[in-house]
Nanobody, 122 residues
Framework: QVQLVESGGGLVQPGGSLRLSCVASGRTFSSYAMGWFRQAPGKEREIVAAISGSGSSTYYASSVKGRFTISRDNAKNTVYLQVNSLKPEDTAVYCC???????????????WGQGTQVTVSS
């Protein structure tokens, strides 16, 4: 069982930045691929970024490539999402997820956090 707790969301102006964090319980964090997903009101959940257990492989949705960066610190059981150049359309609840298989769809992730709200507005 893996428990995930996100933090770092908030209200930010367009063009601003945030650093989202997700802390995982357990002693085998490096065994899990991690993903960040987001869901905006009235829209389907979508993947934002993913990172393999070792951190050697990463994936970004085309809508965030060049603006968002996923990273992980296995010694701290933490995965990060640095979000820069935020746009109003980035407004959503951002959730982290853990899975034993590195993938870019939700079905590959068995464990989910509760999410952190990111609101981009002037």
């Amino acid at each position: 069982q893996v428990q995930l707790v996100e933090s770092g969301g908030g209200l930010v102006q367009p063009g601003g930045s945030l650093r989202l964090s997700c802390v995982a319980s357990g002693r085998t964090f490096s065994s899990y691929a991690m993903g960040w997903f987001r869901q905006a009101p009235g829209k389907e959940r979508e993947i934002v970024a993913a990172i393999s257990g070792s951190g050697s492989s990463t994936y970004y949705a085309s809508s965030v490539k060049g603006r968002f960066t996923i990273s992980r610190d296995n010694a701290k059981n933490t995965v990060y999402l640095q979000v820069n150049s935020l746009k109003p359309e980035d407004t959503a609840v951002y959730c982290c997820a853990a899975g034993l298989l590195y993938g870019i769809t939700a079905r590959e992730y068995a464990y989910w956090g509760q999410g952190t709200q990111v609101t981009v507005s002037s």
